[in-house]
């Protein structure tokens, strides 16, 4: 375990990213897309490296050591082949595996290589005994993937880099420069990528998409939305929840209270462009409705929850005016997401701070 505070922390781009990603991918060099999150986000950063243009888009998936294996004593990048078209479709357990990096290679010909990295926690809080678990990640663990995706970007003669984390809790615990350790995965990906494009000299952009879908948090809005929604009647707001079918299904009202933390309101000012974000909805819509497709029966259900599935259900109710979008109950955040149209479907630009 490193005692060290982790390296100094860039900030990541603000707003205006998009422009310079599309003028920079515009001749066809390919951007380095980065899950920052793991595996729901693969599918999003697919959809939004071709929103901003980008005709090769090099994928890059972050996650933790497969369950019941050694992990690796540092972060690991591992390339990753196409799936073969009989290879077994995936389903709920692929954040600590590469089968959706892996389908999503077979079934994109502007994806032509992908990697997984293996990132295992490998710091704890100050004054933890010798054996506590490890709870977060070093300065070294920070230095490696910076220099892996610094590697990629360079290997791959890469014009730009893009992000994406579904939900926005990417921001939640971005501790200060000087602290510890880095608590989550994504936070650790989203500095790491931001250092390796100010190393390279790339433009960047860090997106969260839909925030609070992913039920780690919640957006302010919601409450805000909610009180007004009581005041004027509720039952004048409709209120729609995810079925284990993966269709919105109107309930009765008023919209459910929601016990999550909140976002940082700033995350929610720099919404991208509107054609951007359209284009990126399409893309995402497309890519559901085809994971989907191909999914069998008895794992069609596994998908219903998933953060994807989830903004791509929530695209025409939220464009048809104003309701509540309740998720599916997740196990690993034991919540579930409380969405309004107003931002349910939104790309916002991350602020670090």
Known sequence: ?????????????????????????????????????????????????????????ILVQPGSPARGTEAPPTPQLTKVEAAAADAEHPGGAFYDNASMLSYLLRLAPD???GYYL?????????????????????????????????????DHGC????????????????EPEGAPY?????????LAAAAAAAEVEVPALFVAASPGVDAAAVAPEYDVRRAAALE??????????????GALEKIAGPAPECTLRALPAALLGARVPPAVEKAYLDGLCTLTERILGDAPAAKRAEHASKTYATVAAAVAPAAAGECFIIGQFRGGEKARCHLHSSFAVGLYAVVAD
């Open 232 to 245: 004027e009647g509720a039952a004048e707001v409709p209120v729609l929840e995810m079925s284990a079918e």
């Open 111 to 113: 994806a032509p290589d």
């Open 1 to 57: 375990m490193s005692s060290e505070p982790p390296a100094k922390r860039p900030k990541p781009p603000l707003p205006g990213g998009c422009a310079a990603v599309s003028k920079a991918v515009a001749g066809g060099a390919p951007v380095l897309a980065v899950a920052l999150g793991g595996g729901s986000d693969v599918v999003g950063v697919l959809a939004l490296a071709r929103a901003l243009g980008a005709t090769r888009a």
């Open 118 to 154: 293996t990132q295992p926690k490998d710091a704890a809080p100050p004054g933890a005994d010798a054996d506590a678990a490890k709870k977060g990640f070093s300065s070294a663990s920070l230095a490696s993937t910076t220099e892996a995706y610094a590697s990629l970007l360079r």
């Open 159 to 174: 014009a730009a880099l893009v992000g994406l984390d579904f939900g926005g809790d990417v921001v939640l615990d971005l």
């Open 182 to 190: 880095i608590s989550q995965r994504d936070g650790l990906n989203l």
